[in-house]
């Protein structure tokens, strides 16, 4: 018991300190190395360019850069270790998905638990099978950015992100996907979503956006029993945000679908409804108010003529 | 000529018909930019109100202010029927759809005069079911939108993706009617232009009444109500006209 006890005390004080840390500076000889590499890549437009003619922007925003976590912490060579040779040697990636590959190795050198959960996710198991079009760390994170995960511009931004690939119906089509993202944005959370990118860019919007449903890094297909919006979860899901939710709740999510007669039809037939009722009171008013306007200038015309 | 006054609205009712038009307004202008959230315009409404959160606090707050309006309506229309002050002149009949037919004839010159309309001719009764039937879609959709969770309980959760599209329709329904119908009848009509000051001072002259509600006016001639010393056509070719059925 007093070992436990002990340990607790000393645990906590141990992390109380280093919570009172300062924020991580680089030490004096980090700095100097990553401005001897800034010297050069801040140039605009430097590219490198892969065997397969792809292109890749070797620019560094050394202010981003700075400031973002990698920057505050690391030396380029830490992620960049081969270039510490001036000409740095030639890449061996020969495409760019070899090349994301070889980056997300790296990154989890570090990030152990993300890369872990994300090889578990319909991204990473698809990716591991040879799919070209899945993701992988750099295609959602910009390690020289700082823009980072816990910013209200990252979260505000997600669904555009998703969306690169996500609104896309000639990528959706080959994995039997809906390209959700449209659908998405004219839904009430995307609504919300949408408005405070445009108007409180600062705040991160409350409504929910595609991780807070579908999970990030361990996303799954909805079909996986273990998938945030497996049917059997979805209203669990839902109570995370909603926690009063009633049973009956889940249905309230039109699951991205474009109302027809077999997805929500009710609301379906609620748009045809008002898009016979608004022209048919429009055009009925709008004829009964000319012909009043055209017997009032009749009158007029013939008081006229005869006055 | 003097002009002589029949009153036509009570105080309360004036009352009743700003605070709608205030409310109205209100729930327009913080309402449309939230349908019409990607226009550049509905951008710059939400932004200078505040941000979304405030927008919807406002649009809140007046839907309450409609809310109370129309259940305070209801209620006086209970009362009046109850004592007797109210002749059901909102009811709509067969009449109605007659009156309609014969408007429109008039109006394109088929017939020379217009029908002799009772107080309130088709196009305020118009108006006034579709501002009923509007509040009441509005309100319904609007507190569904308001509470998904606690109406998920007893019902399918659908009806909030619908609710939220015939929020949509509706509003859009109620401004575009209110802008044509309310908008000329009451303001760009040749006749009353700039306003018909009616809801305002409560009356309306008594020539205008004869002309534009005819059957009104002559019940009240004959119930004694009225005195019309101007009325030289009295007894003319627009009085032969038929009588309104009697009102439930």
């Known amino acids: 018991m007093v070992p436990i006890v002990l340990g607790a005390v000393l645990g906590g004080t141990l992390l109380g300190a280093a919570a009172a840390r300062p924020p991580a500076v680089l030490a004096q000889d980090t700095r100097q190395e990553n401005e001897a590499c800034l010297a050069c890549h801040t140039a605009p437009g430097m590219v490198l360019q892969l065997p397969s003619t792809e292109v890749i922007s070797v620019t560094i925003d050394a202010a981003r850069f700075n400031a973002s976590a990698h920057g505050r912490a690391l030396a380029c060579t830490a992620c960049h270790p081969a270039n510490v040779a001036v000409p740095h040697p030639a890449v061996r990636a020969t495409t760019m998905r070899e090349y994301r590959e070889a980056r997300a190795r790296v990154c989890a050198t570090c990030h152990a638990d993300a890369a872990e959960t994300f090889g578990a996710s319909v991204h990473g198991r698809a990716g591991r099978m040879g799919f070209g079009d899945t993701p992988n760390c750099t295609t959602c994170h910009n390690p020289h950015d700082a823009a980072r995960v816990k910013t209200p ?20 089509g080959k994995y039997g996907l809906r ?31 595609c991780t807070d449903c579908h999970g990030g890094h361990g996303i799954r297909a909805a079909s996986d029993p273990a998938s945030m919006v497996h049917p059997a979860n979805v209203l669990a899901t839902c109570r995370r945000c909603h926690p009063t939710a009633g049973r009956f709740f889940a249905t309230a999510w039109t699951e991205h679908r474009t109302p027809s007669p077999d997805a929500s039809p009710l609301v379906y037939y609620v748009q045809i409804f008002y898009r016979i009722l608004i022209p048919a009171t429009v055009g009925f008013l709008g004829v009964l108010t000319v012909l009043d306007l055209g017997r009032w200038a009749t009158d007029q015309l013939r008081r006229g003529r005869t006055g | 000529m003097s002009v002589r006054m029949v009153p036509r609205f009570t105080l309360a009712q004036r009352i009743e018909h700003f605070v709608l038009i205030i409310s109205f307004n209100v729930l327009a202008l913080t309402g449309l930019p939230q349908k019409y959230f990607q226009a550049a315009w509905a951008e710059r409404i939400i932004q200078v109100l505040g941000g979304i959160e405030q927008v919807r606090f406002i649009h809140r707050t007046f839907a309450v202010i409609l809310i109370a309006e129309a259940v305070f309506h209801v209620g006086a229309v209970i009362v009046a029927r109850r004592r007797g002050r109210e002749r059901g002149e909102m009811n709509v009949s067969f009449q109605d759809v007659r009156d309609v037919v014969g408007d429109i004839a008039y109006l394109v010159g088929l ?16 108006e006034y079911w579709a501002v009923v039937w509007g509040t009441a879609v509005m309100a319904t959709s609007g507190l569904i939108m308001w509470f998904p969770e606690a109406l998920a309980r007893v019902l399918p959760g659908v009806l909030v993706p619908a609710a939220r599209v015939a929020h949509g329709g509706e509003a859009l329904l109620a401004v575009l009617a209110v802008i044509i119908w309310h908008f000329y009848n009451a303001h760009f009509r040749p006749d009353v232009f700039p306003l018909d000051p009616a809801m305002w001072t409560g009356a309306i002259p008594l020539e205008r009444l004869r002309h534009d509600h005819r059957a009104e006016y002559l019940r009240l001639l004959e119930a004694g109500l009225i005195v019309d010393e101007d009325a030289a056509g009295v007894g003319g070719p627009e009085d032969t006209l038929p009588e309104p059925p009697s009102r439930a």
């Open chain 1, 179 to 209: 390209a959700v993202y449209t659908t998405y944005i004219s839904e009430f959370h995307g609504v919300t979503t949408t408005l405070y990118k445009l108007t409180r860019p600062q705040s991160p919007t409350p409504a929910a956006i």
């Open chain 1, 153 to 172: 511009v990252f979260r505000n931004n997600i669904p555009q992100l998703c969306g690169t690939c996500h609104a896309d119906p000639a990528i959706m």
């Open chain 2, 111 to 126: 017939r020379p005069t217009k029908p002799a309309f009772a107080r309130f001719d088709y196009r305020q009764k118009l």
